[in-house]
């Protein structure tokens, strides 16, 4: 099957390194890569964490003690520098980029949704790359993804995406924690394939993300069950994107 759009989304512990700063290095080859597709007639939507790192970067550890209150102001700050990030990288590679906030309601059938599609269309047909992240200043708890991992499916969906792409810090699912000896990465899942068990025998640390590996692989199964290829790799990796796009044995596959 011939591969006309991709969503690819990029967690908070790719994009930083262990002192939860963002890494330049990372976002320039995540941009050379999307570039790289765009070339081929691929368009890639990305979604984005790292707004709130980035937020924090600026303002260091602030007073507010509410912890919704505290992430709306990181993100409300980091929101502009992360993109600012973006803008001039995809520029250097004669491309160009546009923010598109969402909260969950934004993704209810009617109206909100119609709106969404239109937008994500027109910014496709100009060429443009949507860059996408949780509106987190205006989300209430109740319309809040309880990811970004849940944001990119809902957005390939939306879009009705060839391909969705979880970059994390792993090289993909194992048998049990990615750094033990006997555990074996699995290449490929169904969506009706028990693989959760695995996920606990992991027991791995998460960064500042909110999303964990147990909540990719549901999102990876429920996305697969709609006829959307997707993939959890390493973000960290040179050439993951285009690679997996090349059908190499890349990361771990989730089939229907």
Do not use: W
Not at 61 to 68: L, R
Not at 80 to 97: E, I, K, Q, V
Not at 182 to 204: C, L, P
């Amino acid at each position: 099957m011939e591969v006309k759009r991709v969503v690819v989304k990029v967690g908070t512990n790719v994009l930083t390194n262990k002192d939860n700063r963002i890494l330049g290095p990372i976002l320039k080859e995540l941009v050379r890569q999307i570039s790289v597709l765009y070339e081929r007639d691929i368009m890639v939507v990305l979604v984005s964490s790292g707004s709130a790192i980035a937020g924090k970067e600026i303002l260091g550890e602030t007073n507010i003690t509410d912890k919704s209150t505290r992430r709306q102001v990181y993100s409300s700050v980091g929101q502009p520098r992360l993109m600012r990030h973006y803008y001039s990288l995809f520029s250097d590679y004669g491309m160009r980029c546009a923010q598109v906030l969402a909260t969950k309601r934004d993704f209810d059938l009617g109206v909100h949704r119609d709106n969404m599609i239109n937008c994500y269309e027109g910014l496709l047909s100009e060429g443009i790359i949507p860059i996408a992240n949780e509106d987190d200043a205006v989300s209430v708890t109740m319309s809040m993804f309880t990811d970004n991992d849940e944001l990119a499916s809902l957005v390939a969906e939306l879009i009705d995406a060839d391909r969705l792409i979880i970059l994390s810090d792993t090289d993909g699912l194992y048998t049990g924690h990615p750094d033990d000896k006997n555990s074996k990465k699995i290449s490929e899942v169904t969506h009706d394939q028990d693989v959760e068990q695995y996920v606990k025998a992991s027991g791995k640390k998460e960064g500042e993300g909110r999303g964990g590996m147990a909540s990719k692989l549901k999102i990876a199964k429920s996305t697969a069950k709609k006829e959307i290829p997707t993939y959890i790799a390493n973000g960290k990796k040179q050439n993951v994107i285009v690679d997996i796009i090349d059908n190499k044995k890349i990361g771990t596959k989730f089939i229907h």
